[in-house]
């Protein structure tokens, strides 16, 4: 049977088929604990473990194929140092990525990946993933590097992002934790950070979870955390229907926001995005002409071309200019960086909002492979579409059911909707579009996260962060280098300092919070707290923002914080670990809405725009503003933009190699 319709149809109760150990309690103790067995967390997991660390990994999905990278990716960026063929250095490219973003940007996160990455993709082929085309599927074309067999995206000249076969990343990293013998504990929630002595601010000394199939409890002790959960998304939108189509994280919830209820710094809470894509998406299962499909041919709905520009508005008259740099400039950044600086922005359609407007082009529009050479289709749709993550499913139903990018063309989104992606020049940032709704989501991409040091180490001692739980920290390079990165400096902590006592009330407590929805049979359900979320921030932090408004926003979060501490239920240990997670999300939505409140400035880079404050980026408001919990109360504070100093000399200083 396929679904509860089915069941019910056929009279058939349908029994939750594991046993429910609500409350019982299990004690693991290990060196290093890492919550989240994603990118990131297995990286941590495995450098840990390389330095003799006892490592025990959480993770509430399977990590054989968890997280945003489990499916795939892609592409494989910021490999710089130590590859043959890039001709660029870390620092140059690090500071042209931290200055597009307008200095809203982690410096820290980006040199160390600038300099390990490539360095990381080795290690990952040795682990058994393909990053080479050593079938010589693409002999011959120009984004193939003949020594190396290295294929290379966006920029053919500077060469530093690397098509890769993801769909073999993941299982690789599990295999690698299982050989160095790392304790992975699936299906395994983490609820809350354990403290010294129980208090705020305090040393993190371990955490604790639930199973998410028994519903039972356990109490793990560490003498170092890493934290690896991500970030959540769900705070604008949530649909639990489209969830395979969503360009964004996987719908689970990350659990950096136990964090902060014990103390953590977190800044950069306050950037958000239009929400196009969520609403329209699957981002890649439509054509445009950015990212994975970059650089499509893009036609309207009569089958005229859109020109390719170069960044001076020139037409470029070659598929291949739209792969290099334009006359005078060194490299281009790819578009998910979203720079709009003129010494790094690549090729790009032309912006045609006024010649739609004017009756020059017809919606809908797109994507024609069959206008590009044959090795440029057959690396999109083929090798990028098929490896990309949540877009392998496109890959294998659209193939299916008969698309031929020999032949066919794929429709596309832009102009169907508010602003999607954020990653094309077609209609790049129109105001038009982008205000046609006021929505927002969160940016998993370079959002808002923990504040960390040069040890990856967060305002806590004890607990350290990698991936997307870090502030701005970009993609699948990112969180490999920083788990690697981060797993070193945990394990040397730990060699350090013994394992803590756990205060027996912290526990108590949490027990007490995670299993009251278990206790009622009549209230609400995750679906409708986490709706009730979502209205909330739909209409008190939307764009622009107000002081009044936000502050309504924040009594109307306080209401829900007492429904859900007074109504929630769950009637299965599934549906009580969504509920867990969606009173993260409703934490996170309270921490956006106390940042936004902080910036009294609007800001172009964060996507932030205030009514009562609408001078952009005055130069007083150019740094990161961080918020904490102190006794119950936010904390609002600042770090100046590059607080990281110098990269080399922090790097060479702090990186444990
Ligand atoms: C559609 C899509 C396509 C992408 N394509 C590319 C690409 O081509 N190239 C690229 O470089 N990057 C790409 N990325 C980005 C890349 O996947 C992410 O940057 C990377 O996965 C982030 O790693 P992470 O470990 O921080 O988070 P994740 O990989 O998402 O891992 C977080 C893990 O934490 C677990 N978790 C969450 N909460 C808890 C909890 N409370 N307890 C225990 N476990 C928990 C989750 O289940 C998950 O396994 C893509 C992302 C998406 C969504």
Redesign the pocket.
């Known amino acids: 049977m396929d679904n509860w319709a089915d069941y019910a149809t056929a009279g058939v109760a349908v029994k939750w088929p594991y046993p429910i150990r609500y409350g019982e309690e299990e004690e693991i103790s290990g060196d290093v604990l890492v ?7 297995c990286w941590a997991a495995i450098a840990a473990a390389r330095k003799g660390a006892k490592v025990i990994l ?4 399977a ?1 054989i194929s ?5 499916p795939g ?5 910021l490999a710089i140092t130590g590859n043959p063929a890039c001709p660029l250095t870390a620092e140059e490219v690090s500071k042209a990525i931290v200055d597009s973003a307008g200095g809203y940007h982690n410096g820290i996160v980006t040199y160390i990946t600038a300099r390990e990455s490539y360095e990381t993709l080795l290690e990952l082929e040795g682990m058994g993933a393909k990053i080479r085309d050593t079938e010589n599927a693409f002999k011959g074309s120009p984004f193939r590097d003949e020594n190396t067999r290295l294929l290379y995206a966006y920029d053919y000249e500077n060469k530093f992002t690397v098509r890769v076969w ?1 769909t073999t990343f993941k299982p690789a990293l599990y295999k690698e934790c299982k050989r160095l013998g790392v304790t992975i504990l699936d299906r ?4 809350s950070l354990l403290t010294e002595g129980g208090n705020e601010g305090s040393r993190v000394i371990g955490a604790t ?1 639930i199973n998410v199939r028994t519903g039972g409890f356990m109490v793990f002790k560490a003498k170092a955390t890493v934290l ?3 970030r959540p998304t769900r705070v604008w939108h949530s649909t639990t229907e489209e969830t395979a189509l969503f ?4 719908p ?4 950096a926001t ?1 964090a902060w209820r014990v103390g953590a710094e977190f800044t950069m809470m306050e950037k958000s995005m239009q929400a196009g894509t969520l609403i329209v998406g699957p981002c ?1 299962g439509s054509g445009h002409p950015g990212n ?1 499909w970059f650089a499509a041919t893009m036609v309207d709905a009569k089958g005229k071309e859109i020109p390719w520009v170069d960044r001076d508005n020139n037409p470029l008259k070659t598929v291949e200019e739209r792969y290099r740099p334009s006359p005078g400039q060194k490299f281009t950044l790819p578009h998910h960086y979203r720079t709009n600086e003129y010494d790094f922005v690549p090729p790009t359609t032309m912006t045609i909002d006024k010649q739609l407007e004017n009756g020059e082009y017809t919606l809908p529009l797109f994507a024609d492979l069959t206008a590009m050479p044959r090795e440029e289709r057959r690396v999109i749709f083929g090798l990028m579409v098929g490896q ?4 392998r499913s496109t890959y294998k139903y659209y193939s299916e059911a008969g698309f031929d990018p020999d032949k066919d063309m794929l429709q596309g989104f832009q102009f169907l909707a508010p602003y999607a992606h954020g990653i094309t020049g077609v209609g790049k940032r129109s105001p038009t579009y982008a205000s046609a709704l006021g929505s927002r989501s969160i940016r ?2 370079y959002g808002g996260g923990l504040v960390v040091d040069w040890d990856l180490k967060t305002s806590l001692d004890g607990l350290y962060a ?4 870090v502030f701005a ?7 490999a280098c920083t ?1 690697k990165y981060a797993g070193r400096h945990a394990a040397e902590f730990a060699r350090r300092v013994p394992l803590a006592d756990v205060s027996q009330n912290q526990v108590r407590s949490e027990k007490r919070r995670v299993y009251a929805p278990t206790r009622r049979k009549n209230g609400i359900d995750w679906k409708e707290l986490n709706h009730g979320i979502n209205k909330v921030m739909q209409v008190y932090c939307g764009e622009p923002k107000g002081e009044e408004l936000m502050k309504l926003g924040l009594k109307l979060i306080d209401d829900l914080k007492w429904e859900a501490k007074t109504r929630s239920t769950a009637t299965d240990p599934h549906k009580l670990s969504r509920m867990i ?1 969606t009173m993260e999300i409703l934490t996170t939505a309270e921490m956006i809405l106390h940042a936004c409140r902080a910036r009294k400035a609007s800001s172009y880079h964060l996507g932030f725009k205030r009514w009562d404050y609408p001078a952009m980026d005055p130069e007083e408001w150019c740094k990161f503003i961080t918020i904490k919990r102190v006794k119950g109360s936010v904390k609002v504070g600042e770090l100046p933009f590059e607080y990281w100093g110098p990269f080399e000399k922090n790097y060479e200083a702090h990186c444990l190699l």
């Open positions: 919550l989240g067995g994603g990118i990131a967390g959480v993770e509430r999905s990590t968890s997280g945003a990278g489990g990716c892609d592409h494989w960026s993801g395994v929630m983490a609820t979870g690896c959960t991500a360009n964004s994280s996987p689970s919830a990350g659990g136990m890649h994975t990309e993550s949540k877009s998993t991409f990698a991936g997307w739980s920290s970009g993609a699948h390079p990112e969180a788990g997670e």
